[in-house]
């Protein structure tokens, strides 16, 4: 296996060659015979190794194991050791994805604090069938069914082209040892009920069933290949940028055949799951949005605007002091011995109606404030619409509030309660510097 693998190193993975590698190793057959083919290829290679705490002892054995592998074969280790139930109750996550984001969060600290180029992980032949598999049944596109990526920016998976029966006979050939992992044995996971249970069987009845499989992805890749140059024609044709926002032209594509289709294509990547709901978003309403956990979707008369959102951002609400703000946005607060002229981007407020600290936060749906020079409230959503503010602005739009009243429409209007009137004594200023 170590002359085919150089030979696939010298074919597919040349940029290697004189690098700093990062290898992810678990201390199981995998990973283990990885490091014995990098090292043989002669690479520079560290490992890292996480330790769960999710076995007890074993887990601790594992550690040991990598540990003692690395001191073996010369070559420097990490060891990190995670509370990963602790993670997972935190952040409300499953075992398996906390696990995943423990994992990966720290080989990227790695990665940027010791220089190194590249993480290989031990994903082999096997792996990329299940992972197939697991697509297929859960329904995907064309996209969910190329399996594991060789390389996914600074990932890099060198064995992914080699089965484990091939693994397994390297490893029994030169006495290697490794370490099994008890749950692997488990069917709890689908993963691994298709890995002991399925496939075994579809191997049974197809001896060629991992070269055909291999033959099938390449064909998906120049299938791949083919969408993906036919959608950068019309990406050019429907879609446009304006700032960090994406529209695309709902009558433009509508013109064309496979409407649905091209959508589907446009948007895959962005984290939207619904997407019946995106279909109707074409015929929709102005203002009716979609969410993903990373982007929203809106629709604004014939065109869908998307956007990149920040949860953390929407939710978190900023202290203001009698001085002001400089972060999220720059509000400067001043006492002013006169009322000059109010602008957008700045009021005159009087002091006696504010109590400090005030608080800065994004507009929610449902906020109600009175604007300056009327004595009925209005909703928040009805002021943006009659003054015709962008649907795209009124996301980007701050509230300053005190006592949980909106003081100002930061950029927009201020609220009447806090005017200046005969009886003020102190006034204040308050500024909005949008280029800060």
């Known amino acids: ?67 003692g592998l690395a001191k073996q074969l010369d070559i420097s280790v990490f060891a990190e050791t995670f509370d990963t139930h602790k993670f997972a109750e935190e952040h409300k996550v499953s075992t398996q994805m906390a696990a995943r984001t423990l994992r990966y969060n720290w080989f990227d600290e790695l990665l940027r604090d010791f220089k190194f180029d590249y993480l290989l992980t031990a ?41 484990r029966e091939e693994i397994l006979k390297y490893a029994k050939k030169n006495k290697l040892q490794w370490r099994e992992d008890s749950t692997n044995q488990k069917t709890d996971y689908l993963r691994n009920k298709l890995r002991l249970e399925v496939l075994p069987q579809f191997k049974e009845t197809n001896e060629t069933l991992l070269k055909n499989f291999q033959k099938t992805q390449k064909n998906l890749q120049a299938s791949q290949t083919l969408v993906e140059d036919y959608m950068a024609l019309i990406y050019n044709l429907v879609v446009s940028q304006e700032g960090d ?28 799951t619904e997407w019946r709901d995106i279909s109707h978003l074409l015929h929709a309403q102005t203002g009716k949005q979609i969410f993903s956990k990373t982007h929203q979707l809106l629709k604004n008369r014939e065109e ?58 994004k507009w929610k749906s449902g906020d109600i404030f009175q604007p300056f020079g009327m004595n009925g409230k209005k909703k928040l959503s009805k002021f943006f619409k009659d003054e015709k503010i962008p649907l795209t602005e009124k996301d980007k739009t701050w509230l300053l509030l005190s006592d949980e009243k909106i003081v100002w429409v930061v950029g927009y209007r201020m609220d009447n309660r806090f005017r200046v009137t005969e009886t003020t004594k102190k006034i204040l200023q308050i500024s909005f510097n949008s280029k800060s």
């Open 1 to 67: 296996m170590i002359a085919n693998f150089k030979e696939h190193i010298t074919s597919n993975f040349q940029y290697l060659l004189e690098k700093k590698l990062l290898i992810a190793c678990s201390g199981g057959l995998d990973s283990v015979v990885l490091t014995h083919l990098m090292k043989e290829a002669g690479f520079d290679i560290a490992l890292a190794h996480c330790n769960f705490s999710l076995r007890g002892k074993e887990s601790d054995g594992d550690e040991m194991f990598v540990i």
């Open 123 to 163: 994903h082999h032949l096997d792996d990329d069938l299940e992972t197939f598999f697991i697509n297929l049944s859960r329904g995907t596109g064309l996209n969910g069914l190329l399996g594991i990526p060789k390389k996914n920016n600074k990932i890099i998976r060198p064995i992914l082209d080699f089965s």
């Open 245 to 272: 926002s994406y529209k695309i032209n709902i009558q433009k594509l509508k013109e064309l055949p496979h409407t649905d289709q091209l959508l589907y294509e446009l948007l895959n990547g962005f984290g939207f």
């Open 304 to 361: 869908l605007i998307l956007s990149e959102i920040d949860l953390e951002e929407i939710n978190e609400t900023f202290l203001v002091s009698d001085e002001g703000i400089i972060s999220p946005i720059n509000l400067k607060i001043e006492v002013s011995e006169y009322i000059g002229e109010t602008e957008k981007n700045l009021i005159y407020v009087s002091a006696e109606t504010l109590q400090f600290p005030l608080k800065l936060r």
